[in-house]
């Protein structure tokens, strides 16, 4: 008898492929929403990827009644009450949130305090604070990397008390993720990447560490095998509409597979550097990924040696002795970085960052041992075992 | 039918069995603050009057834990003289029988979904630590490697059982004393 555990629930409705975008209307009215509000930055704007959102209702004969496209890179309370007003003010009754990480999170941020009333997002701050479901919410990702349209938390920064503030419940998943290729394919080279690689290390973190299970590995496993198909691809030729179909794919898959069976030391990592030196997420999840690997390597032999199929197809698989298998693994995602360095200059160490001193590594080990995601890890963190990974994350 | 008729009997211990570990861990707790440095290294960044707790959901039996300052903690039994600051809840006492007999460690507790965390996420990583480091003090090394992720290689046997001589006395000190008040 086995003391192995385990739950799994992602009821967000994916709508994938050709056209997905006209799908929207349609998804709107099976929920009763006819007033959406879109909530978008600059930069999704500017970009011209508001256009084919917008055209797809108005083809179907319903108006977006409100457009909010200033949410800053990192969202704060202040923004998300502001947006509750213009929310209530118009009278909308559902939300669309088209972009990346932050819109996501505002998005979320947002539909609580108008589902749940009052003007204060700080008091719903917490995990299982809300008990009943929001209003209808559909998220139109932008890049492929977080896997923010199929989690259950949002951060929001409190400016005045100066902390980021957690929400997590399952009521802040969204009723639908729209994944449409032309929503990625404008994506620079060197966000593609990055956004990629933050992917990969959902997918293999999630495969990887202690609350993996048997649902979230078939997610991860599949993710990790479509990014090694076509991320190459892509970068290689960006207006490749497929492969920027399977990488958005595969993001949503490592999404699912990390936010059921959570993530560990590359994050824990990760969120201490990009919070000390203000470097993208995805760029800090591709520099720690292959060193962690290799710290946790006794602890995970045998699921790392698995994702060998995934990565390098069943001929290398096969063609690799059992035992080497999981070194091969690291191998393929160090020779995966040297590629991507070549196509973007993807930096693949901390130096090669430009923007990581050596005498910041201290402070960015003490602030990796109190993130939540060391929990998951499979091997102990101590601050001398974060601070040989960062060493050699280093140069 | 026996077993059915025994059900209550194994609640009923399976109960009493958490609660007597609730009051052994809160009184280890408050003497590891007391002699170990690392212990208090860890406890130091909690602000002076922190209160958190660890419990069985929905009304089970409570552990209050103070920081009193200089990463000193002083155990409450199950009343806080507050509001909680950060609680870790089993969800259930069989969940909680689990981790306190040592068949499953604090961490795949976590990655089962078996506690509930409520509060600042760094400072229940922080708290784990600290427990971690107890179990590996008070517990022969065989129950601890249960109950941990890792032993501690560079812990030395002399260094453990001082340790925990001194954590069990005043364990037990401090039991002598409730029960005299």
């Keep these: 008898m086995t003391n192995k555990y385990y739950e799994f629930f992602c009821p967000v409705k994916v709508v994938a492929g050709k056209a997905a975008l006209e799908h929207i209307p349609f998804e709107l009215m099976s929920l009763a929403a006819k007033r959406p509000m879109i909530i978008t930055d600059k930069g999704v704007r500017a970009a011209g990827l508001l256009d084919p959102v917008i055209a797809a209702c108005e083809e179907s004969g319903l108006e977006i009644i409100a457009i909010y496209d200033d949410v800053p890179p990192d969202s704060s309370t202040t923004v998300v009450g502001a947006i509750a007003k213009v929310y209530r003010k118009e009278k909308c009754d559902s939300i669309i949130a088209v972009g990346g990480g932050s819109a996501i999170d ?32 559909f998220v139109v990702p932008t890049t492929a990397g977080t896997g923010s349209e199929v989690t259950s938390v949002a951060v929001i920064s409190d400016e005045k008390k100066g902390v980021k503030l957690p929400y ?36 293999t973190e999630s495969f990887t560490c202690i609350a993996k299970n048997p649902l979230s590995d078939a997610y991860a496993s599949a993710a990790v095998k479509k990014i090694s198909q076509s991320l190459l691809k892509v970068m290689d030729n960006p207006k490749d509409e497929g492969g920027r179909l399977e ?12 936010s059921n069976s959570m993530v560990g030391l590359v994050h824990s990592l990760g969120h201490a550097t990009g919070a000390t ?30 994702l060998l199929l995934h990565l390098e197809g069943p001929e290398v698989y096969s063609a690799t002795p ?25 930096p693949r160490t901390l130096k090669e960052t430009g923007k990581v001193l050596e005498s910041q590594l201290e402070s960015i080990a003490t602030m990796a041992l109190d993130d ?24 | 039918m026996l077993a059915k008729r025994l059900q209550p009997m194994v609640f009923q211990a399976r109960r009493a069995y958490v609660e007597l570990m609730f009051q052994v861990m809160g009184r280890a707790l ?8 690392s212990t208090r290294n860890e406890i130091r960044p909690l602000p002076p009057g922190f209160l958190f707790a660890m419990q069985v959901m929905p009304n089970g039996p409570k552990l209050i834990m103070e920081h009193t300052g200089d990463g000193r903690l002083h155990y409450h039994g199950e009343n806080a003289p507050g509001p909680v600051d950060l609680s870790i809840q089993f969800k259930h006492m069989a969940h909680a029988f689990l981790v306190l007999s040592f068949q499953e460690k604090t961490s795949t507790a976590f990655a089962y979904d078996r506690m ?66």
Excluded at chain 1, 106 to 133: F, Q, R, W
Excluded at chain 1, 377 to 383: G, I, R, W, Y
Aim: aromatic share 6%.
């Design chain 1, 106 to 137: 505002t998005g979320k941020a947002v539909n609580i305090l108008v589902s749940e009333g009052g003007d204060d997002i700080a008091k719903y701050s917490g995990a299982g604070i809300l008990k009943h479901p929001l209003k209808p919410f």
């Design chain 1, 168 to 203: 997590a419940s399952p009521f802040l998943l969204p009723n639908a993720a729209i994944i449409d290729p032309r929503m990625t394919l404008t994506l620079p080279p060197h966000i593609t990447a990055a956004t990629a690689m933050d992917a990969l290390t959902h997918a």
């Design chain 1, 247 to 258: 990488l958005a794919q595969a993001s949503t898959m490592a999404g699912i597979a990390f």
């Design chain 1, 277 to 306: 030196c203000h470097l993208p997420h995805g760029l800090c999840m591709s520099l720690f990924l292959p060193y962690v690997l290799e710290y946790n390597l006794e602890e995970i032999r045998a699921p790392l040696g698995e």
């Design chain 1, 322 to 346: 059992a035992n080497r298998r999981a070194e091969a693994t690291i191998s393929a995602i160090r020779k995966l970085r040297d590629q991507l360095y070549k196509r973007c200059e993807l």
């Design chain 1, 372 to 395: 939540g995601s060391i929990m998951f890890n499979p091997k102990e963190v101590l601050f001398d075992d974060a601070m040989a990974v960062l060493q050699r994350a280093w140069a």
């Design chain 2, 30 to 37: 408050q003497a590891i603050s007391e002699v170990d440095d």
């Design chain 2, 116 to 181: 509930l965390v409520d509060g600042d996420i760094s400072l229940a990583v922080r708290i784990t630590r600290v427990l971690n480091r107890l179990e590996t003090f008070i517990l022969p090394k065989l129950l601890a490697e249960r109950a941990v992720k890792e032993y501690p290689e560079t812990l030395n046997l002399p260094d453990k059982l001082l340790n925990a001589a001194r954590i069990y006395l005043k364990v037990v000190t401090n039991f002598v004393e409730t029960v005299r008040a």
